[in-house]
């Protein structure tokens, strides 16, 4: 009787040189917003995003894709309070920036852990920055995919959705 073995993707993920690069990104990135947040999920296959800000930006090199930065909009707040050392209490243009600005921080640290690797990526793009809820990603068969799922430190958030962020990374080999 033969036995079939099945490996978790998810393991492998782990192990791999993408998933390393988006926590250094995340908590260097963090570090900056004088915030923190620990990694609290991982997954190799495409879901919602949560939050309703995403930040967005294309990448291209020996891989081509997407690297995505969604999160609450308590965490945006204050993240981009942090990172400019203001207090915000609402959404604003300034904040809906600042998240592009965070977006761009933790791809270009994306960028330069991945520099030597096969999945460098030399170019990317500004950043988009998606406001709103109920909207789905689409991706394209054949994309190696990763999301990490953070979870952020604020004593003050009650509900579970205020406290997450999520880095996913949408990739395809040339």
Same mark, same amino acid.
């Given at each position: 009787?033969? *036995?079939?073995?099945?490996? +978790?993707?998810?393991?492998?993920? *782990?192990?791999?040189?993408?998933?390393?690069?988006?926590?250094?990104?995340?908590?260097?990135?963090?570090?900056?917003?004088?915030?923190?947040?620990?990694?609290?999920?991982?997954? *190799?296959?495409? !879901? +919602?995003?949560?939050?309703?800000? =995403?930040?967005?930006?294309?990448? +291209?090199?020996?891989? !081509?894709?997407?690297?995505?930065?969604?999160?609450?909009?308590?965490?945006? /707040?204050?993240?981009?309070?942090?990172?400019?050392?203001?207090?915000?209490?609402?959404?604003?243009?300034?904040?809906?920036?600042?998240?592009?600005? /965070? *977006?761009?921080?933790?791809?270009?640290?994306?960028?330069?852990?991945?520099?030597?690797?096969?999945?460098?990526?030399?170019?990317? =793009?500004? @950043?988009?920055?998606?406001?709103?809820?109920?909207?789905?990603?689409?991706?394209?068969?054949?994309?190696?995919?990763?999301?990490?799922?953070?979870?952020?430190?604020? @004593?003050?958030?009650?509900?579970?959705?205020?406290?997450?962020?999520?880095?996913?990374?949408?990739?395809?080999?040339?």
């Amino acid at each position: 009787m033969a *036995t079939a073995v099945m490996e +978790h993707a998810v393991d492998r993920a *782990t192990e791999g040189p993408l998933y390393k690069a988006i926590c250094d990104a995340v908590n260097n990135c963090l570090i900056m917003c004088n915030c923190r947040a620990k990694c609290v999920g991982i997954s *190799t296959v495409p !879901s +919602h995003e949560p939050g309703n800000i =995403t930040g967005m930006i294309g990448v +291209h090199g020996k891989v !081509s894709g997407f690297v995505n930065v969604n999160m609450s909009e308590r965490m945006a /707040i204050h993240a981009v309070g942090g990172l400019l050392q203001e207090q915000y209490q609402t959404l604003s243009a300034q904040v809906v920036d600042g998240v592009g600005e /965070i *977006t761009n921080i933790i791809v270009g640290g994306i960028k330069s852990a991945l520099a030597n690797s096969n999945w460098a990526f030399p170019h990317i =793009t500004v @950043p988009s920055v998606i406001v709103g809820n109920g909207y789905r990603m689409a991706y394209a068969r054949g994309l190696e995919f990763l999301c990490v799922v953070f979870e952020h430190d604020d @004593p003050e958030a009650v509900m579970f959705q205020d406290r997450m962020m999520q880095v996913s990374v949408s990739l395809l080999k040339l």
